[in-house]
């Protein structure tokens, strides 16, 4: 089924490579202005959970030699309140406005700004800074018994939170085999190598913003809003940005904060989050308590399926973990109940982290199909077969392209499944060896997009569109989609991304920016083809009907060959041309289709486990994967190592620690909060199908990247049961869950 072509699906290196690698790719927080214009801003957050800010005593702070000023709700009107819910223009990480009210929601809330002439002095400004609270009763432990509970009804993908479908007592009743346990993933956070960084400028009315964001568009919307000027006020520059995994999806306080100080004090502010910071200023992913029921007849058919979610979110910012929602489209069942039950507490906002609601969800779902599958004495490949659904469970409609049963026997042959053996069974040397496995899933987005297509004198091609590259390979993606339409070579595509300027893009979040730029880019090549094809036609050249190529500086058809600067008047010094599409897939209000778009894989991992110590490794991981046509064979797959290596470390490793009395994280930091290094990685063998979804967009691509990590954890803790017969039903696993119990 693959698409021969000369530039789709080849695996080439980055064309962002070398400026990455030689330090000249710049970051946010590394623009400086001319003589050190800029300030520096440090910000001073809530040490309580809860209350008013009754006063500030800035004498220590201000007698410091650089103190520049202070700001806070005190000095009024900074920054535009926002509406509740924001007003559909832009999505905000959070839905107060900062330095609006002397009120306190949680710990770390940025309440002042400290500027100064230079870093040093405005961190040690800031921390002289005396707050005096007010202090009421907060809610921050997980059981609060008066915390408000809550049960929205949508996701922000308008997915549908509280479902229920046939009879799930009747199916029970049915059912000979029923598995009910309650599974808990801990708090997590992003840990992106770049912190978020804003450097605002002011000119007149009209402000620059370099800021750390996976969306410039949105970035632009919400500072146009806060600082109340019109968006074309507003050029958000984002060109790299060192990974987001959803912290800088949604624009956060900090950013408007940035920008409404550089306004108040009428000179430059870069404004770089510490990595403390980073825990409580731009989201996390909330602890999780999933009650899962999944009831089977004696051939393993699904009779009733329940995943019941308790979790939280803060009083300002409405991101709900939804985990369920994998579980009411995966496998075919006709009763089923998915709840989401989210209390109110005064912590820290949540926001979409690495496959929000689908990895976690899976962790719980992939385990009790595990439990299941031993508790009827059936393989689990062959469970997940025998609840197979070619029909999206959600709404009955086809899947748009599925290939999921392929994707096990690849996936359990590479692995060796065959060589799994009874729960602890397995021993080699001092270890207890286990494999385990799990489906893996995730939506096809897309999002509308406008492309901007330019050929030059010189014959070099240039897109530009308001996307960004988080460090995806967006940049050598798009060259590649270009160069394929005009038949030559990615360098000979000038990529411009990373500016609000440029005609608008989505956000880089939910693995959608290929999928969304793919038929922006089709269509764009399309116009600026129409256009120089016209042009020799004027010039009275007779082009063939085939794909006009440009490549070696001219305009190609045929025998036709016409020097690039020929097709343009002397004075002119490039043709451009617009395109784009206004197409929404995945997400409520869009497109009216018959088919669903997801994208499917199956993960195996194998464990080892050192019988004395109970270190548990993973030396090798096996992902096949379903996810339409492959664009870059190098960066789709770093893309799934990336996932796969957050599926080790949200299984073994990544855990916040909340101090429950007073709601304060207790690790904000890399050396407390684990994340896998290469020591942790070993083999991984990842596949993809690379089967075109035409239905999808015109490059049959689905996008990729977050499913890599869906059923990552689940893979790992299956393989965890199998090699020990010790099921943990939280996250992570760590030796000490295992010790005790480890077979001698
Ligand atoms: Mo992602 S969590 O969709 O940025």
């Not at 920054?79 to 509740?84: D, E, F, G, P, S």
């Not at 870069?270 to 990595?275: E, I, T």
């Not at 967009?697 to 299956?718: H, Y």
């Amino acid at each position: 089924m693959n698409v021969e072509s000369k530039v789709i699906g080849k695996p080439i290196s980055r064309v962002d490579g070398r400026l990455k690698t030689t330090g000249t790719a710049r970051y946010a927080a590394d623009n400086r202005l001319a003589e050190d214009r800029q300030l520096h801003g440090v910000l001073v957050k809530s040490s309580i959970a809860s209350g008013r800010i009754t006063g500030f005593d800035l004498s220590a702070a201000q007698s410091m030699p650089g103190f520049v000023r202070f700001l806070s709700h005190l000095d009024g009107g900074l920054i535009r309140r926002i509406k509740n819910p924001a007003d559909g223009t832009f999505a905000a990480g959070e839905e107060y406005t900062p330095f609006d009210r002397d009120q306190v929601h949680f710990v770390g809330q940025h309440i002042g700004l400290v500027l100064a002439q230079t870093l040093e002095v405005a961190e040690a400004a800031a921390k002289a800074v005396v707050v005096n609270y007010e202090a009421s009763t907060a809610k921050t432990e997980f059981d609060d018994p008066d915390a408000e509970v809550r049960q929205p009804s949508l996701y922000n993908t308008g997915e549908e939170l509280q479902v229920s479908r046939g009879d799930v007592e009747a199916g029970l009743v049915q059912a000979t085999h029923v598995v009910n346990a309650t599974y808990t993933t801990p708090i997590e956070h992003h840990n992106p190598i770049e912190p978020s960084a804003t450097l605002a400028v002011w000119n007149e009315d009209q402000v620059t913003v370099y800021d750390a964001t996976q969306g410039s568009v949105n970035d632009k919307n919400y500072v146009a809003f806060g600082m109340s000027v019109d968006p074309e006020n507003v050029r958000v520059l984002n060109p790299f940005i060192g990974g987001g995994f959803g912290c800088k999806g949604f624009t956060w306080p900090h950013t408007l904060i940035a920008a409404a100080a550089a306004r108040a004090v009428n000179q430059p502010v870069l404004l770089v989050l510490s990595r403390k910071d980073m825990y409580t200023s731009c989201g996390h992913r909330p602890h999780t308590e999933q009650e899962v029921t999944l009831a089977a007849n004696a051939d393993g058919v699904l009779t009733a399926t329940r995943h019941l979610t308790h979790s939280y979110r803060s009083p300002v910012g409405d991101h709900v973990e939804p985990c369920g929602v994998t579980t009411v489209m995966l496998y075919q069942c006709d009763n089923l109940e998915v709840s989401h039950n989210i209390r109110v507490l005064n912590r820290p906002s949540g926001t979409p982290l690495r496959s929000p609601g689908e990895a976690p969800g899976t962790f719980a779902l992939e385990s009790a199909m595990d439990e299941l599958a031993e508790n009827l004495g059936m393989d689990p490949v062959d469970l997940r077969r025998r609840n197979h659904t070619e029909i999206d469970q959600r709404n009955g409609r086809k899947w748009s392209s599925k290939h999921l049963l392929e994707c096990y026997d690849r996936g359990a042959e590479k692995i060796g499944w065959g060589r799994r053996k009874a729960p602890g069974q397995w021993r080699d040397g001092n270890d207890l060896v286990g494999l385990g496995m799990a489906t893996s899933c995730y939506p096809g987005y897309r999002m509308p997009a406008q492309t901007r297509l330019t050929l030059d004198r010189d014959g070099t091609l240039h897109v530009g569109v308001a996307v960004q590259d988080i460090g995806t390979g967006l940049y050598t993606v798009l060259a590649q989609m270009v160069a394929e339409r005009f038949g030559t070579s990615p360098e000979n595509v000038r990529v411009l991304i990373g500016d609000s300027d440029l005609p608008p893009g989505p956000l880089a979040g939910g693995s959608m920016t290929t999928a969304s730029v793919a038929a922006a880019v089709d269509d764009g090549c399309r116009a600026l083809s129409e256009k120089l094809r016209a042009r020799l036609v004027d010039m009275g050249h007779t082009p063939g009907n085939e794909p006009l190529v440009i490549d070696g500086g001219a305009l190609q058809s045929g025998p036709l060959s016409v020097p690039a600067a020929e097709v343009m008047p002397t004075d002119v010094h490039e043709i451009v041309a617009e395109g784009g599409s206004d197409d929404t897939y995945g997400f409520t209000g869009g497109v009216e289709t018959d088919k669903s778009f997801y994208s499917f894989g199956a993960i195996f991992a194998e464990v080892r486990i050192d019988r004395d110590f109970g270190i548990i490794r993973v030396p090798k991981m096996t992902g096949v994967f379903d996810v339409g046509r492959v664009i870059n064979a190098k960066t789709a797959r770093s893309q799934m190592l990336g996932g796969m290596t957050f599926g080790i470390g949200m299984a073994l490793m990544e855990e916040t620690f909340i101090d429950d009395k007073t709601g304060r994280f207790v690790n904000p930091s890399l050396g407390e909060y684990y994340v896998p290094v290469n020591a942790d990685v070993n083999e991984f063998d990842v596949e993809m199908l690379d089967i075109p979804d035409y239905d999808f967009n015109p490059f049959g691509a689905r996008g990729l990247g977050e499913i890599s990590n869906v059923g990552a954890s689940a893979a790992i803790a299956n393989a965890v049961y199998n090699a020990s017969g010790i099921r943990v039903r939280h996250l992570p696993i760590r030796l000490d869950d295992l010790l005790k119990d480890l077979p001698r």
